[in-house]
Every structure is written in structure tokens, then in C-alpha cells.
């Protein structure tokens, strides 16, 4: 490594793509070729440590990397944002932010975020605050400890604007009172002239101030906003009022009812949209209320209690009846259940007992458990939950597109043509009439409406997902699953429950079932086989007592011999129980096999006695979900890597047409690409690392919550209560999500299509425009609130 004398920069960068140590070399061959640049490349930790001098930049580096056929990988960063007023605001940061080399952003005006995406070495955090308060806003990184502070000042935020706003109506009444005469007998200054300068004067400056403040920052900032609407066009009012006043001119009218009743209703349409846009994300304030705040542990012989961030990972804790989980954990000891519905919508509590997993807020049912913390702080599901909800509600559907390039040139579109209407209506009519059509123009446009369309609507959708046990991983997924025309289903974990267990029991020569289960559960007890254990599972769910068998031989591939209570017993296969001499007739195991079960037959004394039939068991409600998919338009196909014989007859069973059987991952991958057309887009649900592939190559990929964590990472949503109903849930969810997007857009263009031009002709009053304004948008939140309603199918 040939470090430069006086290096300008120094980077250490992730790098992703190196398979050996020759890639490392070859990484750093290259980077040290670069003039003025002395690099070391690390391959066990993937990291380049980097000196650059005066002769490169970090962006040749990064280049020369990229060039070499590796990656550095971008840091993904949420910041809290403040001083937004409109979707025209939030449209100004994302352009500000996009423009940093080696960053990419997305501003959601509805949550007050930028998520953003950081190169290492080319943008840090520091850069991003830096252009954001450029621009004439504020950003900080939004960090868990920082929720509270955050909530705290938004209440704080929002009590003194009320308060602003009260006496901002005291102040607008007097004058509003004297509206009515103005229409109905065309009667003027029922309230002197000079009383109504006193009174709209503290609305105009002091209540007004917000709306100066912010259209000063966006002019600063080279974009014009909201505020720049209201500040104008109340200005206009106001201002003529005044010389009219000072002049004591009472040929002319005064307009300073407009000015204040148009702040006064603006402001309440600001207070009733920011309380809206705080219940549409209560979801996550809900999950995290969830956790509790205390937990006892056991510490040096003794159980203490502490706060819930001091456990680590390891610590033994106790939770006693009707306690919420602190933290994730494994049950050391103890029997109970644990209510999960907070986690996945499922209101029957799960049995829990010793070496079952808990997590951090579910509530235990009546016995006291011991158990061992698996995951703390942020590695607990909840957190996972938080984070995943949190970054769906942040990011941007592509149906959104049309809304930002709209909200970007609004406010510049809706000056120009306020100045065509004032220089058309003062040749019509004079200036006076010009004017108040200006100002009606002004104040009827309305941003806002259009930015909070699409957001308040994901937010609403992901959070009442969330609570269904369907965690969503972005927008543009939520989007698109409405459009799944064919649903590809792996078979093991997802329509079954991925594991044997025994569906049916025969007795035969006059033996019982119970008795049969008995004597094969005895014998099978010492055995870890699969087969075994779920023949011992079924034995003791039903409260039976084994004996203890003498004399046990096991015969590898086949089954095993043994003495109980003085009898000798065969059991395995019926190649292998036939082959020890006992008599089985086809006819006995004929149905059985041909469903594609694992027969274990026990025999005695040459005779068959008694048939088990093991199956990885169909999931419960697998098969109302696949009917409940076919309703809903959906082909169902099913794609298994398992035998034709075992495929055919779960996909009879579970009410499948379609399948395909002993698939390779990759062939389930090239299956799933084979079945995409433009009439609609293919769907995949798995929960194996097998089906990782499959996953990836789909439009659209649900993860079952039972399955392996290569799965859910592939995946666009993961289902939590492991189970396919909520793959129709899912779907359900984001046609109706959708439709409340698509009703928003249309009463945001439709409000402004009519609004403008009825203002521009003269037809509306600026008070009315203002009061159209201030309403358009907490319309399309409170709208989006409707979805709420939404629940899951009740199965």
C-alpha cells in the first residue's frame, strides 16, 4: 500500500461481490493503480481501508471499483424533517438531495421523512442536513431515542398553533358577521373601517407569520411553495385594504374579512390535517406501546427487576401470569400459553412450554415462564415489525410519480395564471374586481391535497397490515400485489405445515386405534427419526402411557423389532414388516399410499395389527385460502421439488389444478418467469431457502413467518401468522388501498381542475376559496383514515 505523502481523504469502504482472496488482490491492484491513491483490501471483513490525495477523488475510486466489477454498497438513512407546509416542499428537498453526488432520496410529506441512500465516501449524514437547511428547511437523523423528543415537539407544536388559531377566529368573527349582509343587501362596514384594520391587522402579521416565514425560506430556497399562495394572496387583500382605509376612499371596498377569514381557515385546515396525518400513523405509536418497559431477571441467585434496555442477550428473565414479554426469548421452564394477536392478528394464544420461542410483547397467559432472552433492544420481531412498518410508510409508490411532478411546478403555474386573471379582469372591469379574482385564484390552489394523496394512504394500508400479521416492505409492493393475476405456491412449509404428522390410524385383528398408537409410540420413543417423533407427539397429545420396551433392534432403512409386556412387535415400512414374516394385504394400505402417505405398519405374531399414516399435513384453511384466491381472480399454480405422487395428491387435496413436481430451485425460478405476461403479474409464496430464487423472479413474493430468514429477505411481504389465507389478505388489502389512492388523486385533480378555472372566471369568493382550500386536504387524509375499516377475511 503506497499511502500519498498528504492524503486529502480518508475512506473505508464495504465492498460487495469478492468470492476469494484473488478478487481482494485484484480490488486493490486496481484502487493502487489510481494516481495519488494507497489502498488495502481486507476479504475477510469486505472493507477497502483508502488513502486519497490531492491527484483523485473518492468518486474515481468508487468508479474503479465499480469498473472492476465490484460494488460499494449504499448505506440506507432516514432523517426527520421540518418545515415542510406542502407536497411542494417536499418535492424541493428531494430535488436539493438528488442533486448530492452519491446520494438518493425520496421526501414523504405525509410522514415528514427522507429516506435516503448514502455511497460510502462520496455523501455523508452532515452533507444531507447541510443541503436540506439550504434549501430553507431542517433535518436531523431520525433515530429510535429520538420518537419521544419528536412527539413531544410536534404536540408542543401543535397546542400553540390552536391556540393561535383561537384567537385568530376571535379576531376574524366581527368581520365574518358582516359577510351576510354583504351578499343578501349589499350592505358594507357594518364594523368601522378603522376596527376592522385593528382586527385584521394581528392576523395578518402575527397569526400570518408561518406563511411568510415559510414562503420566504422556499423563495430563498429557489422554489416556491404553499405559502407563497396564501402569503400572496392574503397580501393583496390586505394591502389594498389598508390604502383604501388610509385614503378614505368609500367609493371602494375593503377586503379585510378575505385576508383574516382566509388565514384563520388555512390554519384550522393545517391544525385538522397535521391531527389526521398523526392518527394515520398510529400503527406504529401502537406497536411500540406494545413493549413493556420493565423486566425481571434473575441476577446472582436473586429476581430483580430493571428497565427492559438493560437486558442483553443470554440473560435468564421471568414473566409471570398476564405480563407482557420484555424481550424475545426461548422457555427454559414452565407451562403456558402467550396471547400473539399483537404480533399476528391471530386472537387464539399459543401453547408455550420449554424450548418454545416468546416475543417481546405478546402477553402471557396463567402459568409463570422461565426463559432465556434470544433477542434484545433492536433484534427482537417487534423491532423487526417497527422497522419494516416504518420503512413502508416512507417510501413512495410509483403511482405517486405523477403527483410529484405535478406538485413541483404547481405553485410557479398557479402564480402565472393568478397574473393572467388580474391583467384579464383589470382591462374587463378595473382593478378592484381583478383583485379579488386574483386573490380567489391564490388561495383556491391547493398542493397539499396532491402530496398527501398517495402517502396518507400507504400509511393508513401498511399500518392496518401490519396489525393483520402482513408485513409489507415497501410501497411500490403494496402497489403492485393488486395486480397479481397468477400465485405460484410451494408445497413443504407453505401449503403444509412442513413437518410429519400422523392423519390417519387403523386398527386391524380387532385392535383399537388408541391401543395401535400406544404399542408404535412405545417402540418409537428412543428414536429421533422424523417419523418417530410425530408418532410420539401424537401419543402424548392424546394423554397415553407408554411402556417401555425391551429386546429394541433397529434395522436401518426399514424399522425395528421389540418386546412389550412379553410380546414381541414389528414395526416400519411394508416392505420391511412383510419382509419379518407379518401377513399384509394390499387392500389395508391401497388408499392410504395412493394420497401420498408414509405408511409405518405394526405387526405381532405374523399378523398386521395396526396401520399409521404420516403426511406432511395440509395447513389448516390452506384449502378455503386457495378457493378464496380462485374468487378473487387469482390462478393458483403449484411448483415442488418433492415426488409427482406426493405433489398430485396434495394439490387434490388442497384444491389445485395446476402443479409441477421434482423442481430444482432454479427450475422453480425459470417457472415462475415463463409464467409472467403483460394480462397481469405473477405472484410467489415460500417459506424455504429454496425458494429464495423463485422469490426474487417474482413480480410480486410473500414469505410465510415460519420459514428461513433468506426467505422474508427476498421477499416484498412476509406473513407472520404463517399462513396462506394471508397471501388473499394481502392482495385484499392492496386493492383496497389502491382504490383510496385512486379516489384521492381524483378529488385532488378534480378540486384543482374546477377550483382554478370557476376562481379565474370570477365565480368564487375568496372566502369560500380559502375554505375550499383549507378543507381539500384534510378530506383526502380523513379518506384515507376510511381505511381503517379494512379488517382481514375471518376464518
Known amino acids: 500500500m503506497n499511502a500519498p505523502a498528504e492524503p486529502r481523504f480518508q475512506l473505508d469502504l464495504p465492498i460487495e461481490g469478492m468470492t476469494c482472496a484473488a478478487c481482494a488482490a485484484r480490488i486493490e491492484r486496481v484502487l493502487n493503480r489510481l494516481p495519488d491513491v494507497g489502498a488495502s483490501v481486507n476479504f475477510a471483513a469486505e472493507r477497502a481501508s483508502i488513502a486519497v490525495g490531492s491527484q483523485s477523488t473518492p468518486a474515481q475510486v468508487i468508479a474503479a471499483i465499480e469498473g472492476a466489477g465490484f460494488s460499494v454498497p449504499p448505506r440506507r438513512v432516514e432523517f426527520a424533517l421540518t418545515g415542510m407546509t406542502c407536497a411542494a416542499c417536499a418535492a424541493r428537498i428531494e430535488t436539493v438531495l438528488n442533486r448530492l453526488p452519491g446520494v438518493q432520496g425520496g421526501v414523504n410529506f405525509a410522514t415528514e421523512t427522507a429516506a435516503v441512500q448514502l455511497t460510502p465516501g462520496l455523501a455523508d449524514e452532515q452533507a444531507v442536513v447541510d443541503a436540506v437547511r439550504a434549501a430553507g428547511f431542517d433535518a436531523r437523523l431520525a433515530l429510535p431515542a429520538n420518537r419521544d423528543d419528536d412527539q413531544r415537539r410536534r404536540a408542543a407544536q401543535w397546542h400553540a398553533e ?96 378575505a385576508s383574516a377569514t382566509i388565514i384563520t381557515l ?18 406504529i405509536e401502537a406497536l411500540i406501546r406494545l413493549q413493556p418497559q420493565t423486566a425481571r431477571i434473575e441476577r446472582d441467585g436473586q429476581v430483580v427487576e430493571v428497565p427492559v434496555g438493560e437486558l442483553r442477550s443470554g440473560d435468564v428473565f421471568l414473566v409471570r401470569a398476564g405480563d407482557a414479554m420484555p424481550v424475545d426469548g426461548v422457555v427454559l421452564d414452565g407451562e403456558s400459553s402467550a396471547s400473539e394477536a399483537m404480533l399476528t392478528g391471530e386472537s387464539m394464544p399459543v401453547d408455550k412450554r420449554a424450548g418454545d420461542k416468546v416475543f417481546a410483547a405478546t402477553i402471557n397467559g396463567a402459568g409463570l415462564l422461565r426463559c432465556r432472552a434470544s433477542g434484545v433492544g433492536e433484534a427482537t420481531l417487534l423491532a423487526g415489525i417497527i422497522r419494516m412498518v416504518a420503512q413502508a410508510q416512507g417510501s413512495k409508490a410509483p403511482v405517486q410519480r405523477l403527483a410529484d411532478r405535478i406538485a413541483a411546478i404547481f405553485v410557479p403555474t398557479v402564480c402565472a395564471l393568478a397574473l393572467a386573471t388580474f391583467c384579464f379582469w383589470a382591462w374587463r ?89 400406544r404399542l408404535a409410540a412405545s417402540l418409537e420413543q428412543a428414536s429421533a427419526h422424523p417419523l418417530a417423533l410425530a408418532i410420539v407427539e401424537r401419543a402424548r397429545r392424546q394423554g397415553l402411557d407408554l411402556s417401555l420396551p425391551t429386546g429394541l433392534l433397529a434395522v436401518a432403512g426399514g424399522g425395528l423389532r421389540g418386546t412389550i409386556d412379553g410380546t414381541d412387535y414389528v414395526l416400519g415400512s411394508p416392505r420391511f414388516v412383510r419382509e419379518q414374516g407379518v401377513a399384509l394385504a394390499e387392500d389395508v394400505t391401497g388408499s392410504l399410499a395412493d394420497a401420498g402417505k408414509t405408511l409405518v405398519v405394526l405387526g405381532s405374531g405374523g399378523t398386521a395389527i395396526g396401520v399409521v399414516a404420516i403426511a406432511d399435513a395440509l395447513r389448516d384453511g390452506a384449502r ?43 427450475d422453480k425460478a425459470r417457472r415462475v418467469e415463463a409464467l409472467k405476461s403483460p394480462a397481469g403479474l405473477v405472484g410467489m409464496a415460500g417459506d424455504g431457502i429454496n425458494d429464495a430464487p423463485a422469490l426474487a423472479a417474482a413480480d410480486v413474493s410473500f414469505a410465510i413467518g415460519s420459514g428461513a430468514d433468506v426467505a422474508m429477505e427476498a ?81
Request: hydrophobic share 55%; charged share 15%.
Open 715 to 795: 421477499a416484498d411481504m412476509t406473513l407472520v401468522k404463517s399462513d396462506l389465507a394471508g397471501v388473499a389478505d394481502a392482495i385484499d388489502l392492496s386493492r383496497a388501498t389502491l382504490s383510496k389512492i385512486r379516489q384521492n388523486l381524483f378529488f385532488a385533480f378534480v378540486y384543482n381542475a374546477l377550483g382554478i378555472p370557476l376562481a379565474a372566471l370570477g365565480l368564487l369568493n375568496p372566502v369560500i376559496a380559502g375554505a375550499a382550500m383549507a378543507m381539500s386536504s384534510v378530506s383526502v387524509v380523513s379518506n384515507s383514515l376510511l381505511l381503517r375499516r379494512w379488517k382481514p377475511a375471518i376464518r
Open 624 to 666: 378455503a385460502a386457495i378457493a378464496r384466491l380462485r374468487e378473487a381472480g387469482v390462478r393458483v399454480v403449484m411448483l415442488t421439488g418433492d415426488n409427482p405422487q406426493t405433489a398430485r395428491a396434495v394439490a387434490r387435496e388442497a384444491g389445485i389444478a395446476e402443479f409441477e413436481a421434482e423442481l430444482l430451485p432454479a
Open 266 to 283: 388555512v390554519l384550522l385546515g393545517k391544525l385538522l390535517e397535521s391531527r389526521a396525518k398523526a392518527r394515520a400513523g398510529e400503527a
Open 162 to 257: 390552536f391556540r393561535r388559531f383561537l384567537i385568530s377566529a376571535a379576531l376574524t368573527l366581527p368581520l365574518l358577521a358582516q359577510m351576510p349582509a354583504m351578499f343578501v343587501g349589499g350592505v358594507h362596514d357594518l364594523v368601522p373601517r378603522g376596527v376592522q384594520l385593528l382586527l385584521a391587522t394581528p392576523v395578518q402579521w402575527w397569526v400570518g407569520w408561518r406563511f411568510y416565514n415559510g414562503a420566504w425560506k422556499s423563495l430563498r430556497g429557489g422554489a416556491a411553495n404553499m405559502d407563497v399562495l396564501v402569503a400572496l394572496g392574503t397580501s393583496m387583500a390586505y394591502l389594498w385594504s389598508v390604502v383604501v382605509t388610509l385614503a378614505g376612499r368609500h367609493d371602494l371596498h375593503v377586503y379585510f374579512e
Open 429 to 517: 372591469s378595473g382593478f378592484e374586481v381583478a383583485l379579488v379574482n386574483a386573490v380567489a385564484v391564490l388561495v383556491i390552489a391547493c398542493p397539499c391535497a396532491l402530496g398527501l394523496a398517495v402517502p396518507t394512504a400507504i400509511m393508513v394500508g401498511t399500518g392496518r397490515g401490519a396489525a393483520a400479521g402482513i408485513l409489507v416492505k415497501n410501497a411500490e409492493s403494496l402497489e403492485r400485489a393488486e395486480h397479481v393475476k397468477v400465485l405460484v405456491v410451494d408445497k413443504t412449509g407453505t401449503l403444509t405445515v412442513g413437518r410429519p404428522l400422523v392423519t390417519d390410524l387403523r386398527g386391524l385383528a380387532g385392535h383399537g386405534e388408541a391401543q395401535v398408537l
